[in-house]
């Protein structure tokens, strides 16, 4: 009797050093992710299937098909599968607590004294699969109405189209629930139904607010239109050289109004001998006026 057959297993891809350097200096040029050595296996776990499913046979191969790619959708690919997407709603509680203590009662007063209008523009820059925004949308929504004149207005940028079309969908699985203060949750979500059970949906109010934008801080342009009151880029500058954080922080502050807020993630800090800011509580830079 033969024995049954199995399917053999797929060979394991060796990436070598001299290819790995080369896709370190790609990922660097065009996104600004500097990769450390410890890396290596990161990058061969998450590049593996896609050199298989192309049909290569090696990581050197499917440089040469990246860079060989005019269109450039291989690299956005490429991009996808290195980025890292992790985010939570409501992360890092306290900037949100200085954002409804101090942020939003001195947007109140400076509007009832005639010296700004009802409009605030928010930047979320990195913001994954959008649990950032969204949480930025139901604090701002419920603090500043729009029966009181109110109009919140939220650009959200991220390099991974991955990540983009799940913020869009503003669906995430019910356990998240958990992470959001039960008046907002009640307030701005809603609970799927028939083949969405198990699931959660951004209401309508929320969805409005926000834009999503596909967006490399390393090029240019950057979002356009007004300034922005208030920038957050936490937990992505950790992945840049301290030359191309420098760069992408000057960018940022550009599109920030004087005396605007720039909120970085909690590994993160900014160098104010360099940057004209000044710190006003952990992580929470003000822009210089003059």
Same mark, same amino acid.
């Given at each position: 009797?033969?024995?049954?057959?199995?399917?053999?297993?797929?060979?394991?891809?060796?990436?070598?050093?001299?290819?790995?350097?080369?896709?370190?200096?790609?990922?660097?040029?065009?996104?600004?992710?500097?990769?450390?050595?410890?890396?290596?296996?990161?990058?061969?776990?998450?590049?593996?299937?896609?050199?298989?499913?192309?049909?290569?046979?090696?990581?050197?191969?499917?440089?040469?098909?990246?860079?060989?790619?005019?269109?450039?959708?291989?690299?956005?690919? +490429?991009?996808?599968?290195?980025?890292?997407?992790?985010?939570?709603?409501?992360?890092?509680?306290?900037?949100?607590?200085?954002?409804?203590?101090?942020?939003?009662?001195?947007?109140?007063?400076?509007?009832?004294?005639?010296?700004?209008?009802?409009?605030?523009?928010?930047?979320?820059?990195?913001?994954?699969?959008?649990?950032?925004?969204?949480?930025?949308?139901?604090?701002?929504?419920?603090?500043?109405?729009?029966?009181?004149?109110?109009?919140?207005?939220?650009?959200?940028?991220?390099?991974?189209?991955?990540? +983009?079309?799940?913020?869009?969908?503003?669906?995430?699985?019910?356990?998240?629930?958990?992470?959001?203060?039960?008046?907002?949750?009640?307030?701005?979500?809603?609970?799927?139904?028939?083949?969405?059970?198990?699931?959660?949906?951004?209401?309508?109010?929320?969805?409005?607010?926000?834009?999503?934008?596909?967006?490399?801080?390393?090029?240019?342009?950057?979002?356009?239109?007004?300034?922005?009151?208030?920038?957050?880029?936490?937990?992505?500058?950790?992945?840049?050289?301290?030359?191309?954080?420098?760069?992408?922080?000057?960018?940022?502050?550009?599109?920030?109004?004087?005396?605007?807020?720039? +909120?970085?993630?909690?590994?993160?800090?900014?160098?104010?001998?360099?940057?004209?800011?000044?710190?006003?509580?952990?992580?929470?830079?003000?822009?210089?006026?003059?």
């Amino acid at each position: 009797m033969t024995a049954p057959s199995h399917p053999a297993a797929p060979r394991v891809l060796e990436l070598h050093g001299s290819t790995f350097a080369r896709l370190r200096a790609l990922l660097l040029e065009r996104a600004g992710i500097s990769l450390g050595d410890a890396k290596r296996p990161l990058v061969v776990g998450r590049l593996s299937r896609r050199v298989r499913e192309l049909g290569l046979s090696s990581f050197d191969a499917y440089y040469e098909r990246v860079i060989g790619d005019a269109s450039g959708a291989e690299l956005v690919r +490429l991009l996808d599968m290195i980025a890292t997407n992790e985010t939570s709603f409501f992360r890092e509680p306290a900037q949100f607590e200085f954002l409804q203590h101090r942020l939003v009662p001195s947007w109140r007063e400076d509007a009832e004294a005639g010296l700004r209008g009802r409009h605030v523009r928010v930047w979320s820059a990195g913001c994954s699969t959008g649990q950032e925004p969204v949480s930025l949308a139901m604090a701002l929504l419920d603090a500043l109405p729009a029966d009181d004149g109110w109009r919140v207005e939220i650009v959200a940028t991220d390099l991974s189209t991955r990540a +983009l079309a799940q913020a869009a969908s503003a669906t995430w699985p019910i356990e998240r629930a958990r992470q959001i203060p039960p008046h907002l949750l009640k307030r701005f979500m809603l609970r799927g139904t028939g083949p969405q059970t198990g699931s959660m949906r951004a209401g309508p109010e929320v969805r409005a607010a926000i834009t999503y934008e596909r967006l490399n801080l390393v090029e240019d342009p950057y979002p356009a239109g007004a300034p922005f009151d208030l920038v957050l880029c936490r937990n992505v500058l950790i992945y840049f050289t301290p030359e191309g954080r420098r760069a992408v922080v000057e960018r940022l502050l550009r599109h920030l109004a004087p005396g605007g807020h720039f +909120l970085l993630g909690h590994a993160e800090s900014l160098d104010l001998r360099t940057h004209r800011a000044r710190s006003v509580a952990p992580n929470v830079y003000r822009r210089e006026t003059r």
